[in-house]
């Protein structure tokens, strides 16, 4: 068995250079061990004889090494086979979303891709290909957690020693929280922020982003004025007689609540329903206001 250890759960570059060697070697998917720093300890424990624990991009190189070194491959013949070996844009593409996924086998799922595209390339444009499907809708699920990053996202205002800054608690079920960054710098390019999460935090000091380590949800500010008069502005366009329930829950799944101020009228919101409805078709049909129509002066006169 062959331990691959990542510099983290998005470590694209680490991956990505391991995994063309260990192709390149002929190293079949299922003999790799992957692991990142959000592993347990379990991956890090064991090691049978003859396996390399190798770290980040750096330890890729290393372990590229000592396969080299099992499979009695010289440097010059391993770099003509790399000079060699392409794969379309579109599967690098995939893989930048699909490895942002929670899925624990994720990349031996990519790395089997990859080998396959050395080996029959043609394979590739079979879209139902059982395991391009499955990074296909890895892919997706990253994609669709993006967006909703940037729709639930809620900035509270904060005082620092350099002014005020906007601070954000956050919980993406996905690791996208560097790919879903680069939106709220160019929305707030003026304005410096942090967004806090469990594994990650980012920061834009209005020039620069950066990430930062992890934080704890007690960490975050709590609600401000502004909340409230966003609570009363929410309150204030609820219409009871357009609720559809499954469609709101559809389109604001329930795991995003605890970061929405707003979700806590939901369900308060949505008991009195249909007492207002029914309070609004009592009431009767109401005299539209007369509004004065607006007289606009004759073209060419002037005041």
Request: hydrophobic share 40%; proline share 7%; charged share 30%.
């Amino acid at each position: 068995m062959i331990r691959v250890r990542l510099d983290g759960p998005v470590d694209f570059d680490g991956f990505r250079l391991a995994a063309r060697r260990l192709v390149l070697d002929g190293v079949a998917p299922e003999t790799v061990e992957w692991t990142t720093g959000e592993d347990g300890g379990d991956l890090w424990s064991t090691a049978e004889d003859g396996d390399a624990d190798t770290a980040g991009a750096a330890g890729a190189a290393s372990a590229a090494e000592s396969i080299d070194d099992r499979s009695r491959r010289t440097t010059s013949e391993a770099r003509a086979a790399s000079a060699a070996f392409t794969v379309p844009a579109s599967f690098l593409s995939l893989c930048h979303s699909a490895l942002l996924h929670r899925e624990p086998r994720r990349f031996e799922l990519l790395h089997r891709l990859l080998s396959r595209l050395r080996t029959d390339p043609a394979r590739w444009h079979d879209r139902f290909d059982e395991d391009r499907r499955h990074a296909e809708r890895l892919a997706r699920e990253v994609r669709h957690e993006i967006h909703k990053t940037h729709a639930f996202v809620r900035f509270v205002p904060v005082e620092d020693t350099d002014g005020e800054r906007l601070v954000a608690w956050f919980e993406p079920e996905h690791h996208v929280l560097e790919a879903a960054s680069p939106f709220f710098a160019r929305r707030f390019a003026n304005l410096r922020w942090t967004i806090l999460s469990p594994r990650v935090s980012m920061h834009w000091d209005g020039v620069r982003l950066c990430a930062g380590p992890g934080a704890r949800r007690e960490t975050a500010p709590p609600p401000d004025a502004g909340a409230a008069l966003w609570l009363t502005y929410y309150r204030s366009i609820f219409n009871p007689a357009r609720l559809k329930l499954a469609m709101m829950t559809r389109e604001m799944p329930r795991r995003y609540w605890a970061n929405l101020p707003e979700a806590a009228l939901i369900e308060p919101l949505v008991a009195q329903a249909d007492g207002r409805v029914r309070d609004m078709l009592d009431a009767g049909p109401t005299t539209p206001r007369r509004i004065r129509p607006i007289v606009l002066p004759p073209r060419g006169s002037t005041t």
